[in-house]
């Protein structure tokens, strides 16, 4: 018996609203983003294969002392790259690589352990002794993830590892330009600046607000660089050379 773990993809696909005529059944891939887009999961989308940017080789297997693993144990990745893993099941059982929170492993695992549940999500792969098999995954978030092997009684035995994701840096880059004219008081500047590259606007004069630490570095008629971003959707300067 086979049971999808996530049953929204089964409603979504079962939806009259999603019924097209080439409808035939199964689960359509416009369920799939659908229910992908619903699920705005932490810990990331699937990933497209022309935008994997490192392939990972990971080995599941039973061990000699009664364990069983995964090598690497672990992972770290930097928010919004794309991994390809490529999993081998060098074991003599069945396993399988599941990709999600802790606390979603931990779900999964006890519903597993109620039914005989397989996962066919594409955060995951379950391989038969001998196989090779590929999970493709974005780590949009930064946070603590896991990878997992949810079938009973083999996480406790040691299939479980952390998935490290770094908060990506965010890069500002300073624009030029003068100081028209301040309005302390306001927390206001008018500043004539060049290109706004991260705020994608051209040159041109606008007003900007500033904190009184940068306002307090400020005159008029000085030549500034500065970073400029949006603070609570006000234009804001937060950072000056
Ligand atoms: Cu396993």
Redesign the pocket.
């Known amino acids: 018996m086979k049971a999808p773990i996530l049953t929204l993809i089964a409603a979504l696909a079962a939806s009259p609203a999603l019924a097209t005529g080439t409808h035939s059944g199964g689960h359509g891939e416009e369920a799939m983003d659908m229910m992908m887009d619903m699920k705005m999961m932490a810990y990331g989308k699937p990933g497209k294969a022309d935008e994997v940017e490192r392939t990972i080789d990971v080995t599941?297997r039973e061990t000699d002392d009664g364990g069983?693993s995964y090598e690497p144990s672990a992972f770290s990745f930097k928010q919004g790259e794309t991994i390809q893993f490529n999993i081998t099941n060098k074991g003599e059982?069945?396993?399988?690589f599941v990709i999600d929170t802790k606390e979603g492993n931990v779900k999964h695992k006890e519903a597993m352990a109620k039914m005989n549940m397989e996962h066919d999500d594409p955060n995951s792969v379950r391989l038969d002794p001998g196989k090779s098999g590929t999970v493709i995954w974005a780590f949009a978030n930064a946070g603590t993830f896991e990878f997992a092997?949810l079938?009973p009684g083999?996480y406790e035995s040691g299939?479980h590892g952390p998935i490290e994701v770094a908060q990506a840096e965010t890069k500002h880059s300073y624009t030029k330009g003068v100081v028209k004219k301040i309005k302390a008081d306001s927390g206001k500047v008018t500043i004539i600046h060049e290109e706004l590259v991260d705020l994608e606007m051209p040159a041109m004069t606008m007003v900007f607000r500033a904190e009184d630490d940068i306002m307090t570095q400020l005159s008029e008629g000085q030549e500034i660089e500065f970073v400029a971003e949006r603070v609570n959707g006000k234009l804001t300067v937060t950072k000056l050379k």
């Open positions: 599941m069983m059982l069945e396993h399988e092997c079938i083999h299939m």
